[in-house]
Each structure stands twice: as structure tokens, then as C-alpha cells.
């Protein structure tokens, strides 16, 4: 036997859309308070109504006092009324209790009254009565209270019948209203619609609600990050490109010069040729990467660390190069324990290699490269220190750039123009910049990058396009 399905309830949630859940909570407010309004308006008709008809009631009994002589007598003979009419009940009594005056069905009432207003039950009905005594008889004027609630009732409903016809215009007036205001947005929406991916122009915010306004600018402070970010990619893949172009046609030149060696020796030394190529190629890739990586903020979050533990790590990674150019590393560390600061390890550990690469690079055989970390005041400041030919102060914002190469250099010419601005994007990334001066002591380059205690990374806000030399 197959089980029949068990429905699924669906739950109910507020509608995707801002302008249905305007007009939703807009009309179940003006429907919550029509209702609250209409039974209000009930209540104070049916209380208006039962004042009304105990004014009457009290006019009718005042105008029957001034209309009967002082000394009326009960009739011998009663005659029945033409008109039998049980609503509406007046009756006479003098002062000894005889009946001088009554009404259709008048019998019914009791023959004593008391004085003023009163209900009483007679039969199935129930009479609001009103009881005046003057000096010589005593007037009563009931009102059936069925009926009298039918009449109230009455005027109750049609005192409610312009505020029903007034809740849907007031409701059809609103979905007019919010269609309206939300208009600007409906626009803002169809021009992005209308767009082509490659259009990232600012969106105009004219005639928005102001409370729409910051976002359309926020917006546009967005799409002009994005903007720069794809101007500054397609500098990067250009410059990378024509960066890139030279070593690979040196290597095709290399390959073919291997293909015609003649003799052994002439093929192993194009093979050095080709194997060093390869190398900088590797390199000039591997610092690419560094660079697209850094520059788009894909670092490790930011934990405490100590800077002077990372010189030695960065020092023993450039000590073989060091070697190889016949040029001596030195290290200055703190005289005290420094603070911990907020960082990313891998990433201070390049830029302190790149800043080492750099000065060897550029420094003479038999010179020097000294790294210092001192305190100052609330501050740690990193030295890296040359005794090369320096750079001239012209250039020395323009070597921060992408693929800018000092002309002031030696002898080493093979650098890829990489190295400080990867050091100066980690630098940007940790809230630091990197100062460039000459070294007082040593009388070449020296690169200052200033930590803070409360230093933490800086998430990065677009890249900003560079040009090449």
C-alpha cells in the first residue's frame, strides 16, 4: 500500500521586493487602523444615538407637563388606539396613582414609576423609561430597546459608510504614492540593465531620495576602484608582456646559437647561456606572481611577530648570494626586545629579501650591506643599508614603479625592476611606505620602512596604475 503524500506547508516570508513590502505594510497599516477607526466610530454612534433618543425622550415628557391641566381626571372608558404602535410608550399618572393619559398599549407599563431614567422588562421587551413628576401627575415615556438599537445600529453603519468608501481610495492613493517615490530607483535599475560590462561610468544620482543617495555614490565610488583596478591590470599585463618579450627571444636566440655549436665547448657554453636565461626568466616570472599577488591582497591575516626574529631568517636566505657577488651582509639588531607588531610573516620575510636582492645587486664587489632595526619612540624603524653608487633623488620615487630600472647602477644591469615595488606593496599592505635617502655611514642606498606598535594589515583599496620606463 502506497502512504499519500503529506502536503508541504509552505511558510510565508515578506516579498523579495521593497516596493510590495511598502505597499504591504503600508495597507495593512491603513487596513489595521480603517478597523480600529470604524469600530471606534461604532461605539460613538451608538452612544450618540442612545444620547439622542434620551434627549427626546426627556423633550417629550417636558412638552406633555406644559400641555395637561393641573387637574385632569381619568377617563370613565378606555379607548383602544387606531394605530397600535408599542415602540414609543406615553403615559399620565396622577398623584394618587390613577392613569389620566396613556399611549398605544400604555397598560403594559407598571403603574409605579421611578423618577428619571430607568429599564424595565415588560413581556419579552425591554423599555428604557423616563419618569417626571410635576405637582399634580407624574409622566412616563418608554422606549422599546429593541428598536431603539435597530435605529442606532442604523445611523452607527451609515456614519462608517465614508470610511469605506474611503479606505480603498486611500489605499489606491498609497500604491500610487510608493509607485512614484520608487520611481528614481526603477531608473537607476533599467540604466545599469542597459549597460555593457566593459561600461563602468559613474550612475547619475539626480532626483534621488537622499536616503538612496549615499548608495548610488557609494557605487560610484566603487565602480571607479574598479575602474582604476582594470586600468592598473591592463598596464600590468603590458608591461609584463614587454618585460617578458626580451628574455624569451634571448633564449630563442640561445637555442638556436646551441643548435649550431660546432664543437663541444662552443655547445657547453651556450647551454650556460641558456641554463642563466632560464634562471631569469624563472625569476622575472616568479616576482610577477609576487607582485599580482601582493598588490591584490592575498596575504594571511595579520597575527603578532617580531621583526628582529625575521633579519636573520631573510639574511641567511641572501647569504649565498651575497657570496657569490663578493659583498658582506651585516646585521645591527636592537639593543633591547622590541614590541611585537601586527603582521603577516611570509610577506615581511619577501619584502626584507627583495630589499637585500636589491642592494646586492647594485653593490660593488668588496662592499657592504648592513641591515639595522632600531626604536624610535613608539615606532620600529627597518634599515637596509648599501655601500653602492645609490640612487639620484630624481629617481628616487620613480624606482617604486613597476619595471623602472635606475640608471645610476654599476655594473649589474640584469635586475628586473621588480623588487621595490613588490617591497613597496607589502610595505602599503601593512600601513608603511618605504623611504628612500643616502645612507650617512655607508654613502650608498638606504631604504627605511617605519612599523607602528598598533600596525595591522591594510586591505587594499585597487591598484594604482604605474608606468614603465
Same mark, same amino acid.
Given at each position: ?17 521593497? *516596493? ?75 398623584? $394618587? ?24 422588562? %415588560? ?5 428604557? %423609561? ?32 465614508? /470610511?469605506? %468608501? ?78 617578458? *618579450? ?6 630563442? /636566440? ?54 628582529? $626574529? ?19 651582509? &651585516? ?35 668588496? &662592499? ?19 655601500? &653602492? ?21 654599476? *655594473? ?30 655607508? &654613502? ?19 591598484? $594604482? ?5
Amino acid at each position: 500500500m502506497t502512504r499519500a503524500a503529506t502536503p508541504i506547508r509552505r511558510r510565508w516570508s515578506w516579498p523579495a521586493s521593497l *516596493r510590495a513590502r511598502l505597499l504591504l505594510g503600508l495597507l495593512a497599516a491603513v487596513a489595521c487602523t480603517a478597523l480600529a477607526q470604524g469600530w471606534l466610530a461604532y461605539q460613538s454612534a451608538l452612544a450618540e444615538a442612545d444620547a439622542l433618543f434620551d434627549y427626546q425622550m426627556q423633550q417629550t415628557a417636558y412638552a406633555l407637563r406644559a400641555g395637561l391641566p393641573p387637574n385632569a381626571q381619568p377617563s370613565g372608558s378606555r379607548v383602544q388606539p387606531q394605530y397600535p404602535n408599542d415602540e414609543l410608550i406615553v403615559q399620565v399618572w396622577s398623584n $394618587e396613582g390613577l392613569r389620566i393619559f396613556e399611549s398605544s398599549l400604555g397598560a403594559l407599563l407598571p403603574q409605579r414609576a421611578v423618577l428619571g431614567f430607568t429599564e424595565v422588562q %415588560v413581556g419579552a421587551s425591554t423599555y428604557r %423609561v423616563f419618569s417626571l413628576q410635576t405637582p399634580a401627575q407624574v409622566i412616563q415615556v418608554a422606549h422599546n430597546l429593541a428598536a431603539r438599537r435597530t435605529l442606532a445600529r442604523q445611523l452607527a453603519w451609515r456614519a462608517l459608510l465614508p /470610511l469605506a %468608501v474611503m479606505a480603498p481610495l486611500l489605499a489606491l492613493i498609497l500604491w500610487w504614492t510608493v509607485r512614484r517615490q520608487l520611481a528614481p530607483i526603477e531608473r537607476v535599475r533599467a540604466q545599469l540593465a542597459q549597460r555593457q560590462a566593459q561600461d563602468l561610468a559613474a550612475v547619475s544620482d539626480a532626483g534621488l531620495p537622499s536616503e538612496v543617495q549615499p548608495l548610488v555614490q557609494e557605487l560610484n565610488l566603487l565602480l571607479a576602484r574598479v575602474t582604476k583596478a582594470f586600468a592598473a591590470q591592463q598596464h600590468f599585463v603590458a608591461d609584463a608582456a614587454h618585460e617578458l *618579450r626580451s628574455p624569451l627571444a634571448a633564449l630563442q /636566440l640561445q637555442l638556436t646559437a646551441l643548435r649550431r655549436a660546432g664543437d663541444e665547448s662552443t655547445r657547453e657554453q651556450q647551454l650556460a647561456r641558456l641554463e642563466a636565461g632560464l634562471a631569469r626568466a624563472s625569476h622575472l616570472v616568479a616576482q610577477l606572481l609576487q607582485l599580482a599577488r601582493q598588490e591584490a591582497g592575498a596575504t594571511s591575516p595579520a597575527q603578532p611577530l617580531q621583526l628582529q $626574529e625575521l633579519v636573520p631568517l631573510a639574511l641567511a636566505d641572501a647569504a649565498a648570494s651575497a657570496a657569490q657577488q663578493g659583498v658582506e651582509l &651585516g646585521w645591527e639588531p636592537p639593543g633591547v626586545d622590541l614590541p611585537a607588531v601586527q603582521g603577516q610573516a611570509e610577506a615581511l620575510r619577501i619584502l626584507l629579501r627583495n630589499l637585500l636582492d636589491n642592494a646586492i645587486r647594485y653593490t660593488p664587489a668588496g &662592499g657592504q650591506v648592513v641591515v639595522r632595526l632600531q626604536a624610535e619612540g613608539a615606532q620600529q624603524v627597518l634599515t637596509v643599508a648599501d655601500s &653602492g653608487p645609490g640612487i639620484a633623488p630624481a629617481e628616487r620615487e620613480r624606482v617604486l614603479d613597476r619595471f623602472y630600472r635606475a640608471s645610476c647602477s654599476s *655594473r649589474h644591469t640584469s635586475g628586473s625592476g621588480l623588487g621595490l615595488a613588490i617591497a613597496e606593496a607589502i610595505a602599503r599592505q601593512h600601513g608603511s611606505r618605504l623611504q628612500l635617502d643616502a645612507d650617512p655611514e655607508l &654613502g650608498g642606498l638606504r631604504v627605511r620602512v617605519v612599523w607602528g606598535r598598533g600596525l595591522a594589515l591594510v586591505p587594499p583599496t585597487g591598484i $594604482e596604475p604605474v608606468s614603465s620606463a
